[in-house]
């Protein structure tokens, strides 16, 4: 390899100084050098009257031109003579002969560079060197002989080759061509060609007419040694000798077939390259010609002639080694010719693949147009939009390619078929990717904390793990690889939360459901063979949110589906997986998108069914229900002066909902607008006619019928549903202001009081003041849904005891109710054996009913202890919990069901404002439970005043706020808290 590349180069290199030593012609030389090829054959033109090589010996010319220039016409003179065909031509045999030929010991001589000139030859050769030129002139048109000059080849170029425009009126090549500063003997090859001057023509300077360069056509015609230098010059003149090859019989084999062999090459180097085939047709029809008396050393010479060879075919004087060496030199030309064919060849192969392509389609689009299929369908103007679509974006290679594939194919694709469509929406959602555009992170804690204390109340503890997450995102600069999943009932704030880290992070938001999702295609798409088939709803996001890190709020994660096209919670766990995100593979899209810095946030309402390596994954974050305190403050900071704004009867004013009081507020607005002219105030946002001036609206609802609400309307955890009643008390206010204010407007005066007894004042009727209290609740939100905490009121029959609940919606009391009934006895005397049965009822699930056989048996062994056996074998148990359509399961209530039992048992009944919670083991001990806020607040509703929660939930309930754990003690004489240790904590007595 690197050896050919070595002999392009060395090619290429010794061309280039071919040219520049040779074959800068000038254009008025050219009708003359014409001449001069057909005189040597160069060319066959019909009509040619001279014989090819065959031109009687003459020295006419430079009489006639000599005669001519005395006339003073320099360049017509040349040209003339070169037309009169007037040119002395080489010796057959080529070699000097000193009497006839006028060859003499004694020449002007001449540097070659990069190639010499070889016998049998001829060559164009410029002198740059004015003074040079103007002897060679002189020479040719003064002598009566031939002029002959000797050509040697330089051995290297000078170290400090002459600058460009140094001199100015000088070439380069002219400082080469004095030899004057140098020795000739050093650095002239001394074998060289000696040449006839078949035709000089001079080059003038366009400035003064001075003749600055001669071209000349050299014939080669012997091989001479360089003896002696006799002046240094310009020109130098030397001494030369002739040498004489070696005599060749003709009857040595190897010369022969290497003469064979060689021209042979040429042939072939003709046939594969065509720069050199006019050149090397010249050469091969010399050889034939001369075929039957052909000298061995004009063969070599006219084969390396062709070559890039340098000067050791001349060296060579054994006829064997001359064409060996010449064979050897057109062989490696061979190479580089076929090399350079090859490379030729390739390139043109690419060039024609690419035209005919060209070609072929703009048949094609001609070809539509005829049948009237190509009606201008507008493919441009969409291709030309998807293009524009990604301009600027960094698309991945993968999709690139994709892409790139997609338009070749739209671009060829008939409106009509179906494929068309196809392809258009795939190349629409490809191209609306928004490949590798990001929004800018804003990483500032002052800024997160403002944003969730605005829209969230409270949740202090999740608020700080908000704000640790973005410090940690600060440091690390980059939010990669984290899911949050927020796990709480309803209502409490999980996707309002999720928006609000969207809003102090500056990421886009996006939320989708996976709740009851049971196809794998809603997640990762369809494949694109289906009809209608549409990306999954991750790559939906991303079209829609245009930026590839946007806020992606996962609902429902607990209620994934799972049916039989595939596990929707495998898909979601391979675009969750930061390991496996950074390239997911969309069914539609079929292109990987790098998901890995989308920021998830999944909300649950309970962990129990999120799938385990889901879960594993993911950062979980509880919300636990709001208490009373809670939702009062929610309701009044938050919820009531949203829903004003919302129906219109407050104007949206930021600062306003940081208020407490968002009544407060407008008063203040008011009495400060009270010192300015009067402005019309806050105004419901009603259809109204635009003359009549608005009038003031204050609107209120109490914080009694805020308590009464929450207390007998919404007493699930979340504020959800508390908001919805505000919401709907809101628009009945806002009816009831247009209603009087239409009143007043057509003029009929209002009573004193309407029929809700909302005040109004008659002689402030620009005012309309409503007020929403405790009492006229009920006319705006119906009759109270909860009319009491508790189903007993007084003293509890034994067996009955109150228990307490976690439910996805909080907190909340639950009864047991044991009862028995004394079982019938074979034989009355005898103690009965028959195991004791207990009959469970209301809706219980497994693990309740199995709490409540341990229940039994706990209870058992506790009754045994104290002495009062049989009464479980005497009697048939049932055991109930009230409300019997709602669902149960779960193990805490164990505690509960065996206080129930024994309570039974010992004819006990449990105080009414006794509460407990508690899983209990086989062997009686007391297992910690969940929920302990939420059953806090629960039991504080039903006015429990004992509660007794396990031992080892001590550490959850002194977790809790202080206010909630007051909250349950108003007072410790009246308060009683109990853990229960594993024995002892029942029945005492
Ligand atoms: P979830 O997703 O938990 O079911 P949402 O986030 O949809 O609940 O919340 C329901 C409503 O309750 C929203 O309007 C939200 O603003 C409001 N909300 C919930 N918690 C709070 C809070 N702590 N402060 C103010 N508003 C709240």
Redesign the pocket.
């Known amino acids: 390899m690197s050896r050919i590349s070595l002999g392009l180069v060395k090619a290429l290199r010794s061309q280039s100084l071919q040219a520049r030593s040779t074959w800068q012609l000038r254009q008025d030389a050219l009708p003359a050098l014409l001449q001069t090829r057909r005189f040597f054959g160069w060319s066959s033109n019909s009509g040619d009257d001279g014989k090819k090589g065959d031109v009687p010996e003459s020295t006419g010319t430079s009489e006639s031109s000599t005669d001519e220039r005395q006339s003073g016409r320099k360049s017509k003179r040349t040209s003339a003579a070169a037309q009169e065909g007037a040119i002395v031509p080489v010796k057959q045999d080529g070699h000097l002969r000193k009497d006839s030929s006028g060859f003499e010991p004694v020449c002007m001589a001449l540097p070659l560079f990069g190639r010499p000139l070889f016998p049998w030859h001829n060559q164009l050769i410029q002198i740059t060197s004015p003074k040079i030129a103007k002897e060679i002139l002189s020479l040719t048109e003064n002598s009566k002989k031939m002029t002959h000059i000797g050509f040697f080849l330089r051995k290297s170029m000078p170290n400090e080759l002459p600058k460009e425009g140094e001199e100015e009126d000088l070439l380069p090549s002219a400082k080469l061509e004095d030899m004057s500063g140098e020795d000739p003997m050093e650095v002239l090859h001394n074998v060289g060609t000696i040449g006839r001057v078949a035709q000089a023509v001079p080059v003038w300077s366009p400035k003064d007419g001075e003749v600055v360069a001669v071209q000349m056509l050299v014939q080669g015609a012997g091989v001479v040694r360089l003896e002696k230098v006799l002046n240094k010059g310009p020109p130098l003149q030397v001494q030369i000798a002739q040498i004489t090859p070696e005599e060749w019989d003709g009857k040595d084999e190897m010369v022969r077939a290497t003469m064979n062999e060689t021209i042979l090459t040429v042939q072939e180097i003709m046939k594969v390259s065509s720069s050199f085939r006019e050149h090397a047709q010249y050469v091969n029809q010399s050889l034939q010609q001369r075929n039957a008396r052909v000298q061995p050393d004009a063969v070599a010479h006219l084969a390396a002639s062709l070559t890039t060879a340098e000067g050791a075919v001349l060296d060579a004087t054994n006829p064997l080694d001359k064409l060996r060496l010449a064979l050897e030199l057109l062989k490696k030309e061979l190479e580089v010719a076929k090399l350079q064919q090859k490379i030729s060849n390739q390139i043109e192969e690419k060039m024609s693949k690419n035209q005919r392509e060209f070609m072929l389609r703009e048949q094609l689009k001609s070809i539509k147009k005829e049948l009237g299929i190509d009606k201008d369908d507008g493919s441009e103007t969409i291709l030309q939009k998807f293009k524009e679509r990604l301009e600027g974006k960094e698309v991945p290679k993968e999709a690139k390619e994709a892409i790139d594939t997609e338009f070749e194919k739209f671009a060829n694709l008939a409106k009509e078929s179906q494929e068309y469509q196809m392809t258009r929406n795939y190349l629409d959602w490809l191209s609306s990717m928004p490949w590798s555009v990001y929004s800018k992170d804003t990483f500032d804690l002052k800024k997160a904390r403002e944003i969730l204390d605005r ?5 202090a503890d999740i608020k700080d793990r908000i704000r640790e997450f973005i410090a940690v995102g600060v440091l690390r600069g980059s939010m990669q690889g984290k899911i949050l999943c ?1 796990v ?12 609000s880290i969207a809003e102090a992070l500056g990421r886009e938001f996006y939320r989708f459901s996976v709740g009851g999702l049971y196809d794998v295609a809603e997640i990762k798409g369809h494949r694109r063979t289906y009809v209608g088939a549409m990306p999954g709803k991750i790559i939906q996001c991303l079209k829609k949110v245009q930026t590839s890190n946007p806020l992606v709020l996962i ?1 429902e994660v607990d209620k994934i589906g799972r049916g039989h096209h595939g596990d929707p919670s495998s898909a979601l766990l391979e675009l969750l997986d930061p390991s496996q995100n950074s390239a997911f593979m969309d069914h539609y899209l079929d292109v990987a998108v790098d998901c890995s810095n989308i920021l998830f946030v999944c ?1 649950a ?1 309970v962990l129990d069914t999120i799938p385990g390596p889901l879960l594993d994954r993911m950062e979980v974050i509880r ?1 636990t229900g ?1 208490d009373l305190q ?1 939702k009062m ?2 309701a009044e ?3 009531v002066p ?1 829903a004003m704004v919302e129906v219109g009867l407050k104007q949206k004013k930021a600062e306003a909902q940081s208020e407490v009081q968002v009544q407060k507020v407008a008063e203040e607005v008011e009495k400060s607008e009270d010192a300015k002219p009067q402005e019309p105030e806050p105004e419901p946002e009603v259809k109204a006619e635009p003359k009549q001036l608005k009038p003031e609206v204050k609107a209120e609802i109490e914080t009694g019928a805020i308590e009464s609400l929450i207390r007998w309307y919404c007493r699930e955890a ?3 549903n ?2 919805k009643h505000i919401e709907r008390i809101c628009r009945k206010l806002a009816t009831k202001v247009v209603e009087k204010w239409e009143d007043k407007s057509q003029g009929t005066s209002s009573k004193d009081t309407d029929a809700t007894g909302d005040a109004i004042d008659p002689s402030k009727s620009e005012v309309i003041e409503l007020r929403v209290d405790e009492a006229s609740l009920s006319e705006y939100v119906g009759k109270p849904v909860f009319t009491s905490d508790r189903l007993y009121e007084g003293q509890l029959p034994s067996g009955t005891v109150t228990g307490l609940a976690w439910t996805a919606m909080g907190g909340s009391v639950l009864y047991i109710e044991a009862t028995a009934l004394a079982r019938r006895r074979s034989d009355p005397d005898k103690p009965a054996t028959a195991p004791p049965m207990l009959a469970v009822t209301g809706q219980l699930g497994n693990v309740m009913k199995e709490s409540s056989q341990i229940a039994l048996l706990v209870a058992r062994r506790q009754l045994q202890a104290r002495g009062k056996d049989g009464f479980f074998e005497e009697h048939e148990l049932f055991l109930h919990c009230p409300e019997g359509a709602t669902p149960k399961d779960g193990p805490s209530a164990g505690v509960t069901m065996t206080t129930a039992l024994l309570s039974l048992a010992m004819k006990k009944p449990i105080p009414t404002d006794l509460a407990m919670t508690g899983e209990v083991s086989l062997n009686g001990k007391v297992l910690a439970v969940g929920g302990i806020k939420e059953k806090t607040i629960a039991a504080r509703r039903a006015g429990c005043k004992t509660l007794i929660f396990p031992e080892a939930n001590r550490r959850d309930f002194d977790e809790l706020p202080k206010y909630l754990q007051d909250l349950v003690a108003p007072s410790p004489s009246e308060f009683h808290l109990h853990f229960a240790f594993d024995r002892g904590l029942l029945i005492e007595g």
Do not use: M
């Open positions: 829209d969230h109340y409270g949740l927020f709480g009932p309803p209502g409490v704030g999980k996707t309002s939360i999720g928006k609902d909300t309402n919300l709001y809670e403050k929610i900071q938050y919820l949203n979340g504020v959800r508390l908001q």
